[in-house]
């Protein structure tokens, strides 16, 4: 009930782009993880040009993050928001219509590009639209995009007993009813129109080195949130010799979100600087790789070594749930109201990248504690990443680069909340 009532306490905008991320994430997730099978099995395709495929997807996306950013702050959010989900719909329409290599690319493309439009755009308008209630909303936005991300492996499974096709139309019409939800929904707002270019913009967000140290900051948390389709799962499959436990993982991740998010941002929002919380999440999530590294490799019972792992991916999620809200919340602090959109995209690009990196490291290290018998080394590593990702951020809040966020949430006004979430 508190969270239906937080719900109702936002501008129709709001509520309609968490129905938003709640539709993306389910058709997303629908499609994408069944890609790579379709392309070898079906297709027959070698790995080689399934790789390509899915780079070139993830290369659209995460290369133009700043181009959907800016377009959002010169444009307007609503239109970009709009025509990504209009180019996704395009794009796994593709993926359903056609089976030859230029079509897959391009189908690749258009729906890697409609990631980078929305995103940011989503994000921006959000953060414009909430007020001095940000990480509330943007709590909320993990919440609805976890439960599309739950719902749409599960449809997606399903549709795969008829075919793949299947799968992708279904997930074209899902956004094709976002996009004409949003069109007819989602409030128009005046752009006031830009003397300076664009490359003034990215500049400008460029030279901001308080914004890009923390950007790079959020290496740990972007790291460690992968690790939830990579390491965790990888232990669970060989704590359990079960390739099913790697579900479990996610399974525990999505309850953890969906049962302690708004409970958590609602009070931590009562007192203190967001930079506390932030760097006590990325700490947590550190901390979430010790209980694994502590049966990594040991020849016990594999279900009673399960749940380490298990332990584990909920402490990280638990991170996420405290870090996630309070690190959005505090981006568009940076700079001007004009360059959110920019703000955003050159968050996502920075620290996609250095995540990219950052999981260089992880794969690195497992391969090594296999090599060597040291199988405790890739758990350490991550358990490392947070720590140094939270000094980071409690380094910049010490010399006052952060942005100071809204004052502290009276615990008088959560109160109320509190009670009717019992009623």
Same mark, same amino acid.
């Given at each position: !009930?508190?969270?239906?009532?937080?719900?109702?306490?936002?501008?129709?905008?709001?509520r309609l782009l968490l129905v938003n991320q709640l539709g993306v994430n389910t058709g997303f997730y629908l499609l994408i993880p069944y890609l790579a099978l379709h392309l070898g099995e079906n297709l027959g395709m070698s790995a080689a040009v399934v790789g390509v495929v899915l780079g070139v997807r993830n290369l659209s996306q995460q290369g133009l993050f700043l181009i959907g950013g800016s377009a959002a702050d010169r444009l307007g959010a609503r239109g970009v928001i709009i025509a990504g989900c209009a180019l996704r719909t395009a794009g796994f329409a593709l993926f359903a219509l056609g089976d030859g290599l230029p079509v897959l690319l391009a189908a690749s493309v258009l729906s890697g590009l409609a990631g980078a439009l929305f995103n940011p755009a989503v994000r921006a308008y959000l953060a414009q639209e909430a007020g001095e209630r940000k990480a509330e909303a943007f709590a909320l936005f993990n919440v609805f995009a976890t439960t599309g991300a739950l719902i749409g492996p599960l449809l997606g499974s399903a549709l795969l007993l008829v075919d793949f096709r299947a799968c992708a139309l279904t997930a074209a019409g899902v956004f094709a009813v976002l996009t004409v939800a949003q069109a007819l929904v989602l409030p128009a707002r005046e752009v006031p129109p830009r003397q300076d270019s664009v490359l003034a913009d990215w500049r400008e967000v460029a030279g901001d080195r308080a914004f890009l140290g923390f950007a790079l900051a959020m290496v740990g948390m972007f790291t460690l949130e992968n690790q939830l389709y990579l390491l965790l799962p990888d232990g669970a499959r060989q704590a359990t010799g079960w390739d099913g436990a790697a579900g479990l993982v996610l399974l525990v991740g999505t309850l953890t979100n969906l049962t302690l998010q708004m409970r958590v941002t609602r009070a931590l929002t009562t007192g203190g600087h967001r930079a506390r919380w932030i760097a006590v999440g990325l700490t947590l999530m550190g901390v979430a790789f010790l209980p694994p590294a502590m049966v990594a490799g040991s020849s016990s019972d594999g279900w009673l070594d399960?749940?380490?792992?298990?332990?584990?991916? *909920?402490?990280?999620?638990?991170?996420?749930?405290?870090?996630?809200?309070?690190? !959005?919340?505090?981006?568009?602090?940076?700079?001007?109201?004009?360059?959110? $959109?920019?703000?955003?995209?050159?968050?996502? *690009?920075?620290? $996609?990248?250095?995540a990219a990196l950052g999981n260089t490291v992880v794969g690195w290290a497992m391969d090594t504690g296999g090599r060597t018998g040291a199988e405790w080394l890739p758990w350490v590593c991550c358990a490392l990443f947070g720590p140094a990702s939270a000094a980071g951020v409690a380094w910049l809040h010490r010399r006052g680069a952060l942005p100071p966020g809204p004052p502290p949430v009276p615990a008088a006004r959560v109160a109320p909340a509190e009670e009717r979430s019992h009623a």
């Open positions: !009930m508190g969270t239906w009532r937080e719900i109702r306490g936002f501008p129709v905008a709001v399960a749940a380490p792992v298990l332990a584990g991916a *909920v402490l990280l999620h638990l991170g996420v749930v405290i870090a996630s809200p309070f690190v !959005m919340e505090l981006i568009p602090g940076f700079g001007r109201p004009e360059l959110t $959109g920019t703000y955003f995209g050159i968050f996502y *690009v920075v620290s $996609g990248v250095a």
